[in-house]
């Protein structure tokens, strides 16, 4: 099956720093990876959607230069947070769709990422 | 605005009965549906899907059914298994041919009980 993995899979940093977060779709190409961001008890809101060589698409309320995404290859998307500050505590998810598989909109996501600033 | 709502944040069930486990959404430009299943720290893994095409698909233990005119969709699990037991959101889309974007509701806690 699909996999997509996330590193790291937790990540504690001091406020003020950045943070990258690296998302790699294992056995497949994704043109498309999708950064997701879940507060506790809440629901995954999407981030911004992660174009293989071009820039990515942010959602409305997501500043884009807080938080960095890099597309450069079919396998790999990053997300930095930069200047991280403790509201920006969350866990981290990204998604890749293989769109090669022909499944539908069918998207494989990462284990996470648990990011806390202190 | 909460486009997709699952309106039971918790649901308990015996072990072997029926887990039905229910969804709405109030965007009717969504096309395609699907369930995801996620245990805390982890993220979420695909289960079923549904096209806006149909009413119903089957996979296993795993049936979704899909009411258009009442923007309404249900997860049925029969038999329900302890290995059950997470956290399940429901997801929508609009398909605009290329990769779509999920909007997802705010999940249903299912826990199955011995």
């Known amino acids: 099956g699909a996999v997509v993995s996330q590193h790291p899979s937790r990540v504690i940093c001091k406020s003020g720093t950045s943070v990258k977060i690296e998302c790699r779709s294992l056995?497949?190409?994704?043109?498309?990876m999708f950064w997701y961001r879940q507060f506790p008890k809440q629901s995954l809101m999407l981030m911004a959607t992660?174009?293989?060589?071009?820039?990515?698409?942010?959602e409305q309320g997501v500043e884009k230069d807080k938080f960095l995404i890099n597309h450069a290859s079919l396998t790999l998307s990053t997300l930095t947070v930069t200047s991280a500050h403790p509201e920006d505590s969350s866990f981290y998810i990204c998604?890749?769709?293989?769109?090669?598989?022909?499944?539908?909109?069918?998207?494989?996501f990462g284990p996470g990422t648990r990011l806390t600033v202190l | 605005d909460q486009q997709v709502k699952q309106n039971s944040p918790s649901l308990s069930v015996q072990e072997g009965r029926i887990s039905i486990l229910n969804c709405d959404y109030t965007?009717?430009?969504?096309?395609?549906f699907l369930w995801y299943k996620k245990y805390p720290a982890e993220g979420p893994t695909f289960l079923i899907s549904i096209s806006s095409i149909k009413d119903k698909n089957e996979d296993g233990r795993f049936t979704v059914f899909l009411n258009k005119s009442a923007k309404h969709l249900s997860l049925h699990i029969v038999p329900s298994q302890p290995g059950d037991s997470a956290v399940y959101f429901c997801a929508a889309s609009r398909n605009t041919g290329t990769a779509s974007k999920l909007t997802f509701g705010t999940g249903t806690r299912l826990q199955v009980t011995l």
């Open positions: 056995d497949f190409q994704a043109t498309t």
């Open positions: 998604s890749a769709y293989p769109a090669s598989r022909g499944e539908g909109d069918t998207q494989y």
């Open positions: 965007n009717s430009m969504f096309d395609y």
């Open positions: 992660s174009n293989e060589g071009s820039k990515a698409t942010y």
